[in-house]
């Protein structure tokens, strides 16, 4: 490991030369952490800046596949020194002052006046200790020059006071009770409360809401259709000039597509209920058209809501403390097929909308029972086994268990050796929805075998954190061999659980949220050019 010192100090000295080279230059910032975050944001400015091409939406859709929480592997942790610390702190205060510094007005100017006395400071000390230089290996642990550099930096008088941010977000949910609330407001919550927000939530048709609103700098509300009360909310952030937020999980705001019955349990529901649905997306889409951001959770619906929000912003469903503990718990429990050598394959459908993707596998597991004797399925939740008639002939080695609150269905998944999440691959309600199946399996360090819809490609490194399968060949092939390799089953697994964490854990959820809601609150309270 190289040491930090060093790198903090080379990071100094590239930034303030950056800075303090390119004035006069049309020029903006952007942070390595919102690029990672999200990279549509981070790069809405430089694309204004730049006459760069349009971005398409195979291009994004490419980026998303390559940008990934997992490229930020240098996180400020385990800072032991003091010296250190008050470094990383003037470090920290460097960064806010080249973002004010790339602004327009007498407050940049005061920024890069502070950067140039910083640099006169700064020159003179690396001058000084350059004859102590011993030469250290780029891979030296601990650089003693460039700590003692950074020490007397450190001591040095913090470059301004910092300006408090307004960070107060208040978020509503249309739809408390469904799993989507538990992602888009509770893990939001959880993850801006960490990182120092007073946030809280409140259900849209509570009678505090108004009053919240009142103490409140950024409201967000979840997956509500336009109403009555959705308009009073509207006019109370108008009124005090403060963004309101859309956030949404599935591609229900597109009449088109409900019109298409590509929608499997909607196409299903009598004819008055389809209509209903019909109206509820032009009311969704009102929502969101009424809004000043809306942040979603897969590209697909990104593209979707692309032109109806003045500004979308994409942020993956992440995980919570709670979810993770749940998740510990249940890999502590003893697996069914360790006691009685019966391999489950498994199927948790959380709502009655899967019926059609189950059925797109159901020839290649029928195969695979007929095949194995030794192998039983499981199906956890919403789907009824008796329409699905291939499976007819096996029904005496499929057990049926019931659905269970979000948290608990991790110990429902820990009894799979297999785990299996099988979408409508072209269908664009697929396309758009969250892979969040295959990273419930993956925290209890089951692998799974999926569809290979966009966002499912993305979350599964094939092979290695997950198996893809293109084909019904390819579904029976696949669990097969998992279910032939102890050995390869148990590490794909580990694998998954351990790139779950660090991609969709808590810390990378938490900094991911914050930054995206910063930058809505930014965008909402920067003054017109």
């Keep these: 490991m190289a040491a930090p010192e060093r790198g903090l100090l080379l990071w100094l000295r590239y930034v303030l030369d950056a800075e ?27 694309v204004a800046l730049v006459p760069l091409p349009t971005i398409t939406f195979e291009a994004a859709t490419a980026i998303d596949g390559f940008v990934t929480p997992g490229l930020r592997r240098q996180r400020e942790t385990g800072i032991e020194s003091e010296d250190l610390r008050r470094a990383v702190d003037l ?12 602004e327009d007005g007498v407050g940049s100017a005061a920024s890069r006046h502070r950067l140039d006395a910083l640099s006169r400071s700064f020159d003179p000390l690396l001058a000084t200790h350059a004859p102590h230089r011993q030469g250290p290996a780029a891979t030296t642990p601990h650089d003693p020059c460039s700590a003692a550099v950074l020490a007397e930096l450190g001591r040095l008088p913090p470059l301004t006071t910092p300006r408090p941010d307004r960070r107060r977000a208040l978020f ?101 209920h389809q209509q209903r649905w019909l109206a509820d997306a032009d009311l969704y889409r009102r929502s969101i058209a009424a809004s000043d951001a809306c942040v979603v959770t897969t590209p697909a619906l990104a593209a979707a809501a692309t032109g109806i929000a003045p500004c979308v912003h994409l942020l993956p469903n992440g995980l919570g403390a709670a979810m993770l503990a749940a998740a510990a718990a249940a890999r502590q429990q ?35 029972l007929a095949e194995r004797d030794t192998v039983d399925l499981v199906i956890v939740g919403h789907l009824d086994i008796a329409a699905v008639p291939e499976l007819a002939p096996h029904r005496a080695r499929i057990e049926i268990r019931p659905a269970v609150s979000l948290n608990d269905v991790h110990a429902e998944v820990a009894r799979f050796d297999v785990n299996l999440a099988p979408l409508e691959v072209g269908n664009p309600f697929c396309e758009a929805k969250s892979p969040i199946r295959c990273t419930t399996a993956a925290l209890v360090g089951v692998p799974s075998v999926v569809a290979a819809t966009e966002p499912l490609i993305a979350a599964v490194v094939d092979g290695e954190t997950g198996s893809i399968a293109r084909s019904a060949e390819e579904w029976t092939a696949l ?21 779950a964490i660090d991609h969709l854990g808590p810390d990378a959820c938490r ?5 995206v809601y910063a930058a809505i609150l930014a965008a909402h309270t920067r003054p017109a050019a």
């Design 20 to 46: 303090a080279g390119s004035r006069g230059m049309p020029r903006t910032g952007i942070d390595y952490a919102a690029l990672i975050a999200d990279w549509r944001a981070a790069v809405r400015e430089l």
């Design 91 to 102: 470090l920290r205060g460097v960064a806010a002052e080249v973002t004010r510094a790339l």
């Design 172 to 272: 509503l949910s249309g739809s408390p009770r469904s799993a989507g609330h538990v992602y888009r407001v509770e893990h939001a919550v959880e993850a801006l409360s960490a990182e120092g927000w007073q946030a809280s939530w409140l259900a849209l048709d509570d009678p505090r809401v108004l009053a919240a609103i009142g103490a409140a700098d950024l409201v967000t509300v979840f997956r509500a259709p336009w109403s009555g009360p959705l308009a009073a909310v509207r006019d109370a952030c108008t009124a005090r000039g403060i963004p309101l937020v859309h956030t949404i999980d599935d591609l229900v705001f597109d009449p088109g597509l409900i019109r298409s019955g590509r929608i499997a349990f909607i196409a299903a529901l009598p004819l008055e």
């Design 334 to 368: 003893a697996k069914p097929s360790s006691v009685d050598g019966r391999l489950r394959v498994g199927f948790a459908s959380g709502t009655p909308t899967h019926h059609r993707d189950f059925a797109t596998i159901a020839g290649a597991l029928a195969d695979l």
């Design 479 to 499: 669990i097969g061999g998992l279910l032939d390799d102890q050995t390869r089953r148990l590490a794909m697994g580990e694998a998954a659980r351990v790139a």
């Design 511 to 515: 900094q991911r949220v914050a930054l």
